[in-house]
């Protein structure tokens, strides 16, 4: 009985995905059916399938070495936030667009008198100066371009996930790092 056990749990969290997967494809066709411009959501199956797949990999890999597990996280999570930026070619807006030039404005020097400007965005929202300053030292070091933003952006991204796989897999185990 305590063999079937651990043989139930050891796959647990394989059934419940696939099972999801599952109820998330039919749920899906069902509503691309009723709704054939939305076909975007078999994409968001394949993703996910695929997510499924990656996971599976990198624990065979986290079985076989954690240290090559960790570069894989890191390699892995370029390789994605590289691709979302080349395929939506993203854009400051809003609220991005006035911190970004807030931080050339400090790296200019002239950032004093938009802080001190009553009808500036800084003055009444002066708790994003911190942001602000971090945008604007990146921007010191690497130039102020927007593809700088990004790559640092990418760097910033990828080694938060291996921190929070660090974080969960300390917490609880190695298996629940690999999904977080």
Same mark, same amino acid.
């Given at each position: 009985?305590?063999?079937n056990?651990?043989?139930f749990?050891? /796959? @647990?969290?394989?059934v419940? @995905? =696939?099972?999801?997967?599952?109820? %998330? @494809?039919?749920?899906? +066709?069902?509503?691309?059916?009723?709704?054939?411009?939305?076909?975007?959501?078999?994409?968001?199956?394949i993703?996910?399938?695929? %997510? /499924?797949?990656?996971?599976?990999?990198?624990?065979?890999?986290? &079985?076989?070495?954690?240290? %090559? *597990?960790k570069?894989?996280?890191?390699i892995? #999570?370029?390789?994605?936030? +590289?691709?979302?930026?080349?395929?939506?070619? +993203?854009?400051?807006? $809003? &609220?991005?667009?006035?911190?970004?030039? !807030?931080?050339?404005?400090?790296? &200019?020097? +002239? @950032?004093?008198?938009l802080? *001190?400007?009553p009808?500036?965005?800084?003055? *009444?929202?002066?708790?994003?100066? !911190?942001?602000?300053?971090?945008? #604007?030292?990146?921007?010191?070091?690497? !130039?102020?371009?927007?593809? $700088?933003?990004?790559?640092?952006e990418? =760097?910033? =991204? $990828? *080694? #938060?996930?291996?921190l929070?796989?660090?974080?969960?897999?300390?917490?609880?185990?190695?298996k629940? !790092?690999?999904?977080?």
């Amino acid at each position: 009985m305590k063999k079937n056990c651990n043989v139930f749990f050891k /796959y @647990f969290i394989d059934v419940i @995905f =696939l099972i999801i997967l599952l109820f %998330y @494809f039919f749920n899906c +066709t069902l509503f691309i059916q009723n709704n054939p411009e939305y076909n975007i959501y078999f994409l968001i199956i394949i993703i996910i399938f695929v %997510y /499924y797949i990656i996971y599976n990999f990198l624990k065979k890999i986290l &079985d076989y070495n954690e240290k %090559y *597990f960790k570069i894989i996280i890191v390699i892995i #999570s370029i390789i994605i936030y +590289t691709i979302w930026n080349i395929i939506v070619k +993203t854009q400051p807006v $809003s &609220d991005y667009e006035v911190l970004i030039k !807030g931080a050339k404005a400090i790296v &200019d020097g +002239t @950032f004093k008198k938009l802080s *001190f400007d009553p009808s500036n965005y800084f003055y *009444f929202y002066n708790f994003q100066v !911190g942001y602000t300053l971090y945008l #604007s030292i990146i921007m010191k070091i690497f !130039g102020k371009t927007l593809l $700088s933003l990004k790559i640092i952006e990418v =760097l910033v =991204l $990828s *080694f #938060s996930n291996l921190l929070v796989y660090l974080i969960t897999s300390k917490i609880y185990n190695k298996k629940i !790092g690999v999904i977080a």
